[in-house]
C-alpha cells in the first residue's frame, strides 16, 4: 500500500508548491551562486539543498528534530554554525570574485558548491522545526510515520528543486551575460557576498518560536 492517501498528497502538492514559491533563504542562495557561478552552479547549489532538505525530513521523522525543537541549547549551536559558515562564504565571494568571469565552472567546484549549499540547508534549524510544523498536518496518525514523512519530504524537496532551478538557470544566465565586463564581474562577487551576510544576518537574528 503506497504510504500516503492520494487524496492528502493530491491536496499537499498545490500547498507545498505555494511554499516553495515563497522566497526564502534557499532561494537567495541559489539566486546567488548562480549569480557568481553560472546557471551549473546555481543548480549545484540548488540540489545540495535538495538533499539537505531530505535529510531534515528523515530526521524529522525519525523523532530527532524534536529533540532540537525541545532543546534550545541544541538549537543555538547548529544556528549560529549556519551564521558562521555563511559569513565565511560571503568572505570566500569578496576573496575569489565571480566564477562565470571565467566561463565555466570546475568539476570541483560544483561539487564544492554543491556543498556549500547542503551545509547552509542542514545548518540551518529553522528548516527542521518547518517540517515539523508543516509534515505533520499531512500524515495519519493510523499508517507508519517515517514512510509517509518520507515520501512528502520528497514531493517538497522535488517541488522545491523545480522553482529553484528556474530561479538558478535565470540568474546563471544572466550572470555569465555580464560577466564579460571586469568591472561587473567584481560587482557579482560583491552582490553575492551582501546576499550571504544578509542570510547570516537573518540567521543570527531569527528566534525558536
Same mark, same amino acid.
Given at each position: 500500500m503506497f504510504p500516503v492517501d492520494p487524496w492528502v498528497l493530491l491536496a499537499f502538492i498545490p500547498a507545498g508548491l505555494a511554499l516553495n514559491l515563497t522566497p526564502g533563504a534557499d532561494m537567495m542562495f541559489t539566486l546567488a !551562486?548562480?549569480?557568481? =557561478? =553560472?546557471?551549473r552552479a546555481g543548480m549545484a547549489a540548488n540540489a545540495g539543498i535538495a538533499v539537505g532538505g531530505m535529510v531534515h525530513t528523515v530526521i524529522a521523522g525519525l523523532g530527532l528534530g524534536a529533540l532540537v525543537a525541545a532543546h534550545p541549547v541544541a538549537f543555538d549551536v547548529i544556528r549560529w554554525g549556519g551564521v558562521a559558515y555563511l559569513l565565511?562564504?560571503? @568572505? !570566500?565571494?569578496?576573496?575569489?570574485? $565571480?566564477?562565470?568571469?571565467?566561463? #565555466?565552472?570546475?568539476?570541483?567546484?560544483? =561539487?564544492? @558548491?554543491?556543498? #556549500?549549499?547542503?551545509?547552509v540547508n542542514l545548518l540551518n534549524p529553522k528548516v527542521i522545526l518547518f517540517i515539523l510544523a508543516f509534515l505533520p498536518q499531512f500524515v495519519d $496518525?493510523?499508517?507508519a510515520v517515517l514512510p509517509q514523512f518520507l515520501v512528502l519530504g520528497l514531493v517538497f524537496s522535488l517541488g522545491g528543486f523545480v522553482v529553484n532551478g528556474v530561479v538558478a538557470v535565470f540568474a546563471g544566465g544572466a550572470g555569465q551575460r555580464l560577466a564579460?565586463?571586469?568591472v561587473f564581474a567584481r560587482w557579482l562577487g560583491r552582490v553575492g557576498a551582501v546576499i550571504f551576510a544578509g542570510l547570516a544576518v537573518r540567521l543570527a537574528l531569527m528566534s525558536k518560536g
Open positions: !551562486q548562480g549569480l557568481k =557561478g =553560472g546557471p565565511w562564504l560571503a @568572505v !570566500q565571494s569578496l576573496r575569489a570574485g $565571480p566564477m562565470a568571469a571565467r566561463g #565555466d565552472v570546475a568539476a570541483r567546484s560544483l =561539487g564544492r @558548491v554543491f556543498v #556549500d549549499g547542503l551545509m $496518525p493510523s499508517r564579460g565586463s571586469a
